[in-house]
Nanobody
Framework: VQLQASGGGLVQAGGSLRLSCEAS????????MGWYRQCPGKERELVAD???????GYADSVKGRFTISRDNAKNTVDLQMNTLKPEDTAVYYC????????????WGQGTLVTVSS
């Protein structure tokens, strides 16, 4: 499985960005797709994930501001980020898991999101 992420950039606080990720390869192996981020000086954390059936989960810090969506026909997962805050500044990674466990099986390359105050 290969994951290609896009959509990062620089935005002012309160603004919006949309990240996209396309999966290719053995996509039948993917059960859950998601987005993780690594903020400066912190460990990588789960931001949001979505199952093949559309069940979603969010980190408390982004609930109500971020929306994850998945298009199974196109093998894509998007993260719409609204009301961005400086603390959302991070490298965001697309990821895929074989099962509902928390073990990530595949990582995409990171895309930098910078939110200026």
């Amino acid at each position: 499985v290969q994951l290609q992420a896009s959509g990062g950039g620089l935005v002012q606080a309160g603004g919006s960005l949309r990240l996209s990720c396309e999966a290719s390869g053995s996509i039948f192996s993917i059960a859950v797709m998601g987005w993780y981020r690594q903020c400066p000086g912190k460990e990588r954390e789960l931001v949001a994930d979505i199952t093949y059936g559309g069940s979603t989960g969010y980190a408390d810090s982004v609930k109500g501001r971020f929306t994850i969506s998945r298009d199974n026909a196109k093998n894509t997962v998007d993260l719409q980020m609204n009301t961005l805050k400086p603390e959302d500044t991070a490298v965001y990674y697309c990821a895929a898991r074989r099962s509902a466990s928390r073990i990530v099986n595949w990582w995409g390359q990171g895309t930098l999101v910078t939110v200026s105050s």
